[in-house]
């Protein structure tokens, strides 16, 4: 899939978008629907700008990723205006004229002046104004309607072809990176070292990336979110975990690997959470309810705990008190799309929640899976210091082999993460397809 290919998609994803404005409106009462960009905000007491990313409701609508203070407004039965934000600045590079597949889709009006958007939005009516606080304008304050918001954000999760295709992009776009962060982990590199080999593979700067990449060495892969990257080099390299994804056209991508560094126990524990992480991809399948995958989860870790003589219990025994979750804290995964972690994972179509099962209030993803979703798969194992001391410390110590745990101790943890497209049969995995794509 190519660029090009994508672009071609693009008129029937716009004419998806705006049914579902036009549906979301009619439901609830509006006459338009506006949407703002965002704008740029500045760090406290001082003039320097925080990097400016727009709002995934706009980035719905066409490709524009760096486009301050710009305004979509849409009145259902006409071509959708756009206010294109161009300044006329010598201190910065102001953005090109607007250019690319979708613009002939547009009424495009160029401003200036943040101000001169309101010239070109509606007046009357009953309006649907998107946006955070900072964005109004006079007489274009976001109300931003619940309910209208809930049914888009439901929507969100059922990509389009457009959108399938630009995400397949971001797979292969990350793919060279983790292949290069794993030669520099190979090669002795700091954290440091390994993100810089991931950013140039990539073509990525730290700003467009579509989250802050984790790059974990030795036992900082404990750490789920793990926010450093040292410029020191351990006596050791023992493992390396990396998170890290790419953007292509405002779409994430978000892949995990682990590796070893020859030791057998870890290189086991590797294997074997690879193992479970490929039957679960193989599971994403239309109709299933992901809170089940989630248990289902716990249970094929606490499979891999016992055969590994990590802890010496029945597996539904562990997840039924909770020692599965000492070593899998986290969620099993979470829509991906616009957003790294997509919304709508948790409601239906009128925002009402859908519980997480008892115990786990960290999942991030408690919808039917459905074809055209796309989710990551995430199992991982991990030796966090805290969760243990209370497992040391409870009434389950016993079943522990704290022998192998303080011998995985300095290795963190495994992560495995794919990105997975549910379709009306079998599975397609964005993640194995990008990197067989490089084989």
């Known amino acids: 899939m190519s660029s090009s290919s994508a672009a071609a998609l693009y008129p029937a994803h716009l004419h998806i978008i705006t049914q579902r404005a036009d549906s979301a409106l009619s439901r609830h009462g509006f006459d338009h629907l506006l949407v703002a960009s965002g704008v740029e905000k500045f760090e406290f007491l001082d003039d320097r700008p925080y990097p400016f990313k727009p709002s995934a409701q706009f980035k719905a609508w066409l490709p524009l990723t760096h486009h ?123 954290e440091a070292q390994i993100h810089a080999a991931y950013l140039a593979a990539t073509g990525h700067t730290d700003h467009d990336l579509p989250y802050n990449n984790i790059v974990c060495l030795n036992q900082n892969g404990a750490t789920l979110h793990y926010q450093y990257k040292s410029s020191a080099v351990p006596s050791q390299h023992r493992s390396l975990l990396i998170d890290a994804g790419a953007d292509v056209d405002g779409y ?106 008892a115990g786990h209030p960290y999942l991030r993803m408690t919808r039917t899976l459905a074809p055209g979703m796309v989710v990551t798969i995430e199992p991982g194992i991990y030796f966090i210091p805290t ?25 963190g943890g495994v992560r495995i993460e794919d990105e997975v497209h549910c379709t009306d049969a079998a599975p397609e995995n964005l993640t194995r397809d990008a990197f067989a794509a490089l084989a």
């Open 68 to 190: 301050a203070n710009s305004w979509i407004a849409y009145t259902p039965g006409r071509k959708p205006v756009l206010v294109y934000y161009q300044p006329d600045d010598y201190w910065h590079v102001p953005p090109t004229a607007p250019e690319g597949a979708w613009v002939e889709h547009f009424d495009i009006r160029v401003i200036s002046d943040p101000a001169d958007a309101a010239r070109h939005l509606p007046a009357t009516g009953r309006r649907a104004i998107i946006g955070e606080a900072d964005a109004a304008l006079p007489g274009f304050e976001p109300n931003n309607p619940a309910a209208l918001l809930a049914q888009l954000h439901y929507h969100r999760a059922y990509k389009t072809p457009y959108e399938l295709a630009v995400m397949r992009l971001a797979q292969r776009r990350a793919v060279p990176g983790h292949l290069a962060a794993r030669a520099a982990f190979q090669a002795g590199g700091s």
């Open 252 to 357: 994430a991508s978000d892949i995990t690997r682990t590796w070893g560094n020859g030791d057998a126990r870890f290189e086991a524990l590797v294997n074997a959470v690879e193992n479970e992480q490929q039957a679960l991809c193989g599971l994403v399948r239309a109709g299933t309810d992901y809170r089940n995958l989630h248990l289902e989860c716990h249970l094929r870790l606490g499979n891999v705990l016992r055969t590994l003589e990590i802890v010496d219990m029945d597996p539904g025994q562990m997840l039924e008190t909770g020692v599965t979750s000492t070593f899998f804290p986290h969620g099993l995964g979470h829509p991906i799309g616009l957003q790294v972690h997509d919304v709508a994972g948790f409601s239906d179509e009128e925002g009402n929640l859908i519980p997480r099962p």
């Open 387 to 411: 969760l243990l001391s209370k497992l040391r410390a409870g009434p389950h110590a016993k079943a522990v082999n704290w022998s192998n745990v303080e011998h995985l101790l300095p290795f």
